[in-house]
């Protein structure tokens, strides 16, 4: 197991656990990351999810080592196609799925590592964490996400600079910038990061499932058509039992209990 699961009440920490290869991806673990996320989505009685790494690593992107084995070959074309086209639709369904998702960065997160973390609703950083593109190094354009995900947090030109000054923040310095939420320390990020977990968890699925959707397709629509989108969702929202709970307990001046 590459991905290994605790639960915690509502909340499953799920941890990158291969130390020894930086946690990274591969043609054998990408899928396996991807089946273990989206089991645990599909799991009504998952509300939340923490992201984690061990060691030095929250997710160090693509095994470069593999990559040099396919160069070898003459198949780079084909794992790249394949760690892309299971990567993308995970992060598409992060996005968009009423399950919390939060990224505990317990050390580096580079190229599509980093994609995973910025899919994710929140991030929370240890001081070790740091975050790299790698990609310009390589020779490659940048990949997971990155080039959608981290404008909307730090702005199109803080981007821009990331990638081709191919710099590295520290955990501090992507608080500075809007790229992580916290910096607690080491011995306190999980703990943390299963808190906010809970927290966010806590409300109704369509209140969850309709702000991400919302908020990943404001940059991106016009007003009147976001308003349009808005209109649906909260009519739809208005004819759940949830929201019959919600009316209640305001009535009630008690704090809503949702299934």
């Not at 020894?20 to 009685?45: V, Y």
């Not at 760690?83 to 399950?99: A, G, K, W, Y």
Request: with cysteine; glycine share 8%; aromatic share 8%.
């Amino acid at each position: 197991m590459v991905l290994e699961v605790e639960r915690r009440e509502s909340v499953a920490v799920a941890t990158l656990s291969a130390e020894a290869a930086r946690n990274a991806f591969s043609s054998e673990s990408m899928q396996e990351i991807s089946d273990t996320l989206n089991e645990l989505m599909d799991d009504s009685s998952v509300r939340a999810i923490v992201i984690t790494g061990t060691g030095r690593f929250f997710c160090a992107g693509a095994d470069i080592e593999e990559f040099q084995r396919c160069i070898d070959e003459g198949r780079i074309g084909p794992l790249v196609d394949n760690l892309t086209s299971i990567l993308h639709p995970l992060q598409v369904r992060m996005r968009t799925d009423p399950t919390v998702l939060i990224a505990a960065m317990n050390g580096a997160a580079a190229g599509g590592g980093l994609g995973l973390a910025l899919a994710c609703d929140a991030r929370i950083a240890a001081p070790e964490a740091k975050l790299a593109a790698a990609f310009f190094k390589l020779g490659l354009s940048p990949d997971g996400g990155t080039t959608w995900l981290l404008p909307r947090l730090v702005g199109n030109q803080a981007t821009r600079r990331f990638f081709f000054n191919d710099e590295t923040w520290s955990g501090e310095e992507a608080l500075e910038k809007g790229a992580v939420d916290e910096v607690v320390p080491l011995d306190e990020l999980i703990s943390r990061s299963v808190k906010i977990a809970s927290d966010w968890g806590r409300w109704s699925q369509l209140s969850r499932n309709g702000t991400k959707q919302l908020l990943d397709a404001s940059t991106s629509t016009f007003f009147q058509t976001q308003l349009e989108f808005e209109q649906a969702l909260i009519i739809a929202a208005s004819q759940t039992k949830e929201f019959e709970e919600g009316v209640a307990a305001f009535l009630e001046k008690r704090d809503p209990v949702f299934d």
